[in-house]
């Protein structure tokens, strides 16, 4: 794997690929994504409509944000497995305040945030002070938000009336829906911050040498719990879209969402096999994979079911390929 | 000496906290609920969590191994609802239960290849067996349940005041699991490889056997959990196996055994799927719903983490102390050999 240091030092080495399979690993998932977008759009009449592109970008802002977290979070070699919960918990909090509390709703939507970075704290520091697993320690907080966002909700539901919340989804400057916006702008930021700051650097590093960047004497620990920290914000960000595109917070909301967020990490072509390999913006093209196939079943009828059981095997494959062009890779 | 007697006080305790949690639990709920606990209880709380019990073996393997499954849950159902369909259109039982064993066996040997031949992480791998197991589980019958009746499960729920047969495959199981980890070369295998699979290899361990071996009795440990879940249901459900290989893994690790691999022990798991079948138990005996289990669930597995990472920290550390000390008291003997 010594092979690999070029890439180590961070995604911004100006080394050109050279090799047809390191096109390929570059900007293969970007092709991928336009010749799904082809297929489907040949094959599907309301697909390539102005509308259903809204729609889509409406769909996958919420786990695109999400994403972003996870995507720093596996760049470590670790995984968050608390973020779906995470969002649901930050949701429930900010509909409970402005609803029942009677919370300005500005007020209550930073109080949910700050709550989902607390989760995200309580993640890097335990499993930093403690030397648990990350997979572990997160499938605890996973269990516990859930569990206390559930428990707030109270076997019912919350419907928001405040614009604060609904502006997200009708708002749309450009005729672009408010929350595809912040996505992007919380995408631009976090490409910056993983290739132009300190802490971004940190996170190749560890990822891919751990002990070396200890050695290095680069506060290790300091920078796990940020980047968990991190995933947290950002998963109470998405509680925020989450809340205002669906207007009603209910005990399913945010089920499951970890995984697609994975899903959307790993087809961006993170390497999980050496870790400190991967950029954030591949993330948000297997976000909009993700997103295109999933809309696609929809407007084809094919039942939920069936789709789940496709994006399985798409994971299987896209790990496969990874496989495959990192062997390859001289 | 005192030092010592801390020492031997710290390690009992580090070594039977599992059992206190237990205890306390125990404890906790018969004073809040003064009905819950009697003759039944406790039969019934173990053949209950039977599925879970069954789970919690196979997982110890993989974890030990340093191959955490996140499959298990959607294998489960998937296999239930396997068998119902081979049942419901043969008609013949064994026939279904012969290919759920099938289906789960390849489908672990096939993870194991993926994982120990192409080293690809195996939380990615049963991760995605994990989402198409369930999306296939609830698509092959509409997510309707089939009835599924025979001898076998009648045998299998009957018993002697709660003690049912059901419970005796889980002991048989458990103790067998036992075995296979502490007195088998699977088992030696096994630990081998969690505490360094580079290691393993260059001494000779055929690790990508072993690996496939691991995930093969994963496998087997869901066709079991299988087994028992349609006769507890009567029926093949497609979310019989929902949430279940959290469970597992949080009893595993809340009976010792960590990601990091190598050490272990079965039968603690084991007692770690108790302690969560009593925390379930006993929570809804109190009239809680399951969001309560989530979150006491998920803060026990950090705070029994915890505590046991602090007690292993105090006894390294009473130990090295215990060093110093010993080597302070004889240094003068050499002093004097010296003179």
Known sequence: ???????????????????????AARFGIVLIAMVIFAVFAL?????????????????????????????????????????????????????????????????????GILAALLVGLINGVVSTAFGIEPI??????????????????????????????????????????????????????????????TLGRTVYLIGGNRSGARLAALAVNRRLVAVYALSGLLAGVAGYLDAGQLGIISQNDGTGLQFSAILAV??????????????????LVGTLIAGMIANYFVLQGVAEPYEQAAIGFVILVAVLTDHVLRRREP | MTGTRVLRAVRLLERSFLVLVTGALVILFWRLSPGWLNSQTVPFIIAQNAPLEVLAVGMTFSMISSNIDLSPGSMLSLAAMVTGLVVESTGSLWLGLLTALGLTLSVGVVSGYLVGRLQISAIIVTLATYIWAAG????????????????????????????????????????????LLHSTKFGYYGRAIGRSGEFARRTGVPVVRYTVYVFAFMGLAIWLATVLSISQLGAAQSSAGVGLELDAIVAVVIGGTRLTGGEGSVLRSGLGAVVLAVLS?????????????????????????????????????????????????????LALQAA
């Open chain 1, 266 to 283: 790993l087809v961006g072509g993170l390497s999980v096999k050496t870790g400190g390999i991967g950029r954030v913006e591949k993330t």
């Open chain 1, 1 to 23: 794997m010594a092979v690999n240091s070029p890439t180590l030092v961070g995604p911004g080495a100006p080394r050109l690929g050279t090799t047809t399979t390191e096109q």
């Open chain 2, 136 to 179: 296939l589980a609830t698509a092959i019958n509409g997510a309707n349940a089939i009835p599924i009746t025979g001898s076998m499960f009648k045998y299998l729920n009957d018993g002697v005041d709660g003690w049912t047969w059901t419970i005796l495959v889980v002991v048989v199981f458990v103790v067998a699991g036992q075995f």
């Open chain 1, 43 to 111: 094959t599907s009449g309301p697909f390539a409509t102005v509308s259903n592109m809204r729609n889509i970008l409406e769909q996958v802002a919420v786990i695109g944000v999400v994403s972003i977290g996870e995507t720093a979070v596996m760049l470590t070699g670790g995984i968050d497995l608390s973020v779906g919960s995470n969002v649901l918990l930050s949701s429930v909090i900010m509909a409970n305040l402005n609803v029942n509390h009677g919370w300005p709703a500005g007020l209550a939507i930073v109080v």
């Open chain 2, 281 to 333: 138990n006993g929570l809804s005996s109190l009239g809680l719903s399951d969001a309560y289990y989530d979150l006491w669930e998920g803060l026990a597995l950090i705070a029994v983490l915890v505590v046991s990472v602090l007690l292993q920290r105090l006894v390294v550390r009473l130990e090295a102390r215990r060093q110093v000390e010993h080597k302070r008291t004889s240094a003068p003997d």
């Open chain 1, 136 to 197: 572990i320690v997160t499938l605890g907080t996973l269990l516990a938000a859930g569990g206390l966002g559930q428990i707030w909700l109270n076997n019912s539901w919350i419907t928001l009336h405040s614009s604060v919340f609904s502006d997200v989804a009708t708002v749309m400057p450009l005729g672009i829906p408010l929350m595809a916006w912040i996505m992007v702008v919380l995408y631009a930021l976090g490409a910056v911050l993983l290739y132009r700051t």
